[in-house]
Each structure stands twice: as C-alpha cells, then as structure tokens.
C-alpha cells in the first residue's frame, strides 16, 4: 500500500508563488505514474502535471508555462512549484501515484483518476 501527504498550500496574492509538496511511503522502488491534480467546487478533479514514460510531463493548459512538476527521488517526494497564480488556481490540489502502472503521462493521469493512490490534499487560495 502506498501513503502521501501534501503539504505547502495556503494563500496567496495575485501574481505570487507556492511550492507544494507531497511525501510518498518508501516501498515504492521504480518507475511508476504521479502526479497533481486540483479539484473546484463546481467541477471535478482535473490532472494538473503528471509523470509518466519519458516524453515530457503533461501539463494542464491552463497552467502550462507557471507550474512545474518534479520529484526527489532520494526522498521520495513530489513537487509543484507554482508562480504567476491567479483565481482560476483556487482549488485543493491532490498528489495521487500508482507503484504498479507505468505509461505516457496522459495514460497515467487518467488511470489515477479511475484508481490511483490519493493524498488528503492540501488548499490553495488565490486572491487580490
């Protein structure tokens, strides 16, 4: 069984910036899909960056070219760095992985959706 914690939300102006990150149990030895998503009221949870077979990481549009995704894997712990955040980043944002499913990272985001490991998830607040 595999465990993660998010940590690093809170709130933030306009413009600024947030690291997030999530610790996964240790038992988790090779290459495997992770990643983050976020969840708004009104919508569902939506894949925001997501690991998978070497072909780039997959990014949500929206946020394409402000969030960057990247792991630690001395300390099996994931990351979302965050910069020029605006409202529509208002959500609580869930690291989820899957020690047992590998493939490109649109495969892997919506396998997790279906039936990865998930965290609580930690809030993000954007506001003016």
């Known amino acids: 069984q595999v465990q993660l914690v998010e940590s690093g939300g809170g709130s933030v102006q306009i413009g600024g910036s947030l ?11 090779g290459s495997y899909c992770m990643g983050w998503f976020r969840r708004t009221p009104g919508k569902e949870r939506e894949a ?9 990481a997959y990014y949500l549009d929206s946020v394409k070219g402000r969030f960057t995704v990247s792991k630690d894997a001395a300390k099996n712990t994931l990351y979302l760095q965050m910069s020029s955040l605006n409202a529509d980043d208002t959500a609580m944002y869930y690291c989820a992985a899957d020690p047992a499913f590998y493939a490109v990272a649109v495969e892997c985001g919506s396998r997790l959706l279906r039936s990865g490991f998930w965290g609580q998830g930690t809030q993000v607040t954007v506001s003016s």
């Open 19 to 29: 690291r997030l990150s999530c610790a996964i149990s240790r038992n988790t030895a």
């Open 48 to 56: 925001v960056a997501v690991f998978g077979i070497s072909a780039g």
